[in-house]
């Protein structure tokens, strides 16, 4: 099963970029990206996903390499409230053929004033 | 929006009842999951379903058990409350497009077992 790895903080300051990196060394060809974030006191949210091109939404942007073994989240402008847990996850597939998600313990993004 | 709606905020139970935790969605999902979130393990899942009265173990499945009777609820079922129990209960539901798809997860429910 592929596996994600992810610091476990970073620090950014308000009104910046954030770029938030994610190694996937062993993703196959047919897996999404998938990111989710963690709120203080939430459910997780989805943010986004993609498989090969980078990927825009009004909430951030996906960047992926070529080789598809690392990505990268960019907040464009880091505010107080996206501090949060970030998840970067690959779906795994059951024993009954079926996708999952498992999630990490993330990246605690901290913003600062 | 999709909405997932988690049938209490906070729980408080005795060693060995048989609690039930209560999950609607409002978009007419496929897919539902249960997780459980304790502090420095993150989030690990412990039933999901991929159509009524379907049902498939996640990573800790034991002590819990699910029904789906319905395709817009999933309850899971502690069937004898224990401490090591106690933990955040969060679920999610999803489309079953994989190539444009989202978890949307409910607020959690606290459960506290004594």
């Known amino acids: 099963d592929a596996k994600t790895t992810q610091p476990n903080s970073m620090e950014s300051n308000e009104e910046e970029p954030v770029h938030l990196p994610c190694n996937h060394s062993?993703?196959?060809?047919?897996?999404?990206i998938h990111w989710y974030r963690q709120l203080p006191s939430q459910g997780p949210e989805y943010v986004i996903h993609?498989?090969?091109s980078n990927v825009n939404n009004r909430m951030a942007s996906l960047a992926i390499a070529e080789d598809r073994k690392s990505s990268t989240l960019i907040l464009h402008r880091a505010t107080l409230r996206d501090a949060a847990v970030y998840y970067c996850i690959l779906p795994l597939i059951s024993n009954f053929g079926n996708e999952k998600l498992t999630f990490g313990t993330g990246t605690r993004l901290t913003i600062i004033p | 929006d999709v909405k997932v709606t988690q049938s209490s905020r906070y729980l408080v139970k005795r060693t060995g009842e048989k609690v039930f935790l209560e999950c609607v969605q409002d978009m007419d999902h496929e897919n539902m999951f249960w997780y459980r979130q304790d502090p420095g393990l993150g989030l690990r899942l412990i039933y999901f379903s991929y159509d009524v009265k379907m049902k498939e173990k996640g990573d800790i499945p034991e002590g819990y058990s699910v029904s789906r009777e319905k395709k817009e609820r999933f309850s899971l079922i502690l069937e004898s409350a224990s401490t090591n129990q106690t933990s955040m209960y969060l679920c999610?539901?999803?489309?079953?497009?994989?190539?444009?798809?989202?978890?949307?997860f409910g607020s959690g429910t606290r459960l506290t077992v004594v």
């Open positions: 993609g498989l090969t």
């Open positions: 999610a539901s999803s489309p079953p497009d994989r190539t444009n798809y989202g978890y949307t």
């Open positions: 062993t993703i196959s060809g047919t897996d999404y």
